[in-house]
């Protein structure tokens, strides 16, 4: 199994008067190139989850094993973990620190000792979307949508197996989003395995990744994407989940058996 999660919980502060529980028990086996969502209200513990897999917080209770490495064993090279994982955060701005959009997709391969050559790079540009005059450009000054490509590029350049999606079409627009889901698209296509945060289910139709959800720090649902749906609208929303115009019409196609795939396609 390429990730298990094994009875993993996570207090921060532990101890202390802030003390403040994130996770408990939890129990989850990622199979390599599949796709995942992690859902749940705000503050149920799914960015703490996420950081724990590449072990930026490493549970004090169970174990996270990562392609036979476990985040809690002294012996493990962390960063042979990190390079498995790559992570795209919510705000690709908070990942950029150099000057230009080059230097920023030469930095991580570097870091771990990895050749990029040119034609991987204007690959991995083709993937995204932008074409080579992005490479001279200043990160800080692209549009909210190409920020957010150009942070999905620097994680692609050093070949993650792996790649977590924390919010990956919060504030873009329709256009935007679009893009984006077209590029998660081809991840899939190549075989990487895909963890994703997002409140908006209803744009995942087209993927049915498997669902995670989490309720109160424990797993409350964990299972295929359209047994969730199939929960119906009552059980979905004491679960938090907006169920959407789409949804419904989704909800209705799987109830009555009617294939409506094209319908959702980007
Ligand atoms: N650094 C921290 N110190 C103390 N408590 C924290 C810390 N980070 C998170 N928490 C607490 O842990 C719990 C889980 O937080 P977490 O950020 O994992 O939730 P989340 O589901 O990602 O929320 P959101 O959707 O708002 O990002 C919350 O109660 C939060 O207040």
């Known amino acids: 199994m390429p990730i298990e ?29 599949s796709m995942w969502v992690i859902l749940g209200k705000t503050g149920s513990g799914k960015t703490t989850l996420i950081q724990t897999l590449n072990g930026l917080l490493i549970p004090k ?22 390079e498995k994982i790559g992570m795209v955060f919510q705000y ?34 083709n993937l995204i979307g932008l074409n080579k005059n992005f490479l001279n450009r200043n990160p800080f000054a692209l549009s909210g949508g190409e920020m957010r490509r150009v942070a999905i590029a620097s994680v692609l350049s050093y070949d993650p197996k792996y790649i977590i999606f924390d919010e990956p079409t919060v504030g873009l627009d329709y256009d935007g989003r679009k893009k984006i889901w077209k590029i998660i698209d081809e991840l899939k296509k190549l075989g990487k395995t895909i ?17 995670l959800h989490i309720h109160n720090h424990e797993i409350s649902y964990i299972g295929t994407f359209d047994n ?30 009617i294939k409506l795939e094209k319908l959702f396609q980007y």
């Open 5 to 33: 999660i094994n009875n993993v919980s996570y207090i921060y502060a532990e101890g202390t008067p802030f003390e403040s529980v994130a996770l408990k028990n939890i129990n989850w086996n990622i199979d390599e190139g």
């Open 61 to 82: 209770t169970g174990e996270i094993i990562i392609d036979g490495l476990s985040t809690k064993n002294q012996k493990t090279d962390i960063k042979k973990i990190r």
């Open 92 to 125: 690709p701005e908070s990942q950029f620190f150099l000057p230009t959009v080059l230097e920023e997709l030469m930095f991580a391969p570097k870091n771990f000792n990895k050749n990029i050559s040119p034609n991987k790079l204007y690959s991995i540009l």
């Open 195 to 211: 963890i994703i945060i997002t409140h908006w289910l209803d744009e995942l139709i087209p993927f049915k990744p498997n669902i």
């Open 228 to 257: 969730f749906i199939l929960l119906g609208e009552d059980e979905l929303r004491k679960k938090n989940i907006v169920f959407s115009e789409k949804l419904k019409l989704y909800y209705c196609s799987l109830k009555n058996n």
